[in-house]
Nanobody, 116 residues
């Protein structure tokens, strides 16, 4: 079945930048919508940004103007460029993909820590 592997997380100071990547493997069906979600300690997982196969994007209000989601359909890859990072952006970031067979897949998550 489809596997999603995230990378690019780490520790950064407030105001810094990080770029997350997610690559899907074992693809049989076309991937439609993809997205990034995050979960801070003690909080529920929340949407960060989504992107359709055609490139239409949607962002959480808290990241608009700072984060940019993009994808490369040929590589089955998803990216999240995060600029002007804030301590409240700290959390585990998860890649999500809606598969053509109607199922949803999640990656294992990558930790992002923003120090003040």
């Amino acid at each position: 079945q489809v596997q999603l592997v995230e990378s690019g997380g780490g520790l950064v100071q407030a105001g810094g930048s990080l770029r997350l990547s997610c690559v899907a493997s074992k693809i049989i069906f076309t991937i439609s919508d993809m997205g990034w979600y995050r979960q801070a300690p003690g909080k529920q997982r929340e949407l960060v940004a989504t992107i359709t196969r055609r490139g239409y994007t949607n962002y959480a209000e808290s990241v608009k103007g700072r984060f940019t989601i993009s994808r490369d359909n040929a590589k089955n890859a998803l990216y999240l460029q995060m600029n002007s990072l804030k301590p409240e952006d700290t959390g585990v970031y998860y890649c999500n993909a809606v598969i053509g067979d109607g199922t949803t897949r999640w990656g294992q998550g990558t930790q992002v820590t923003v120090s003040s």
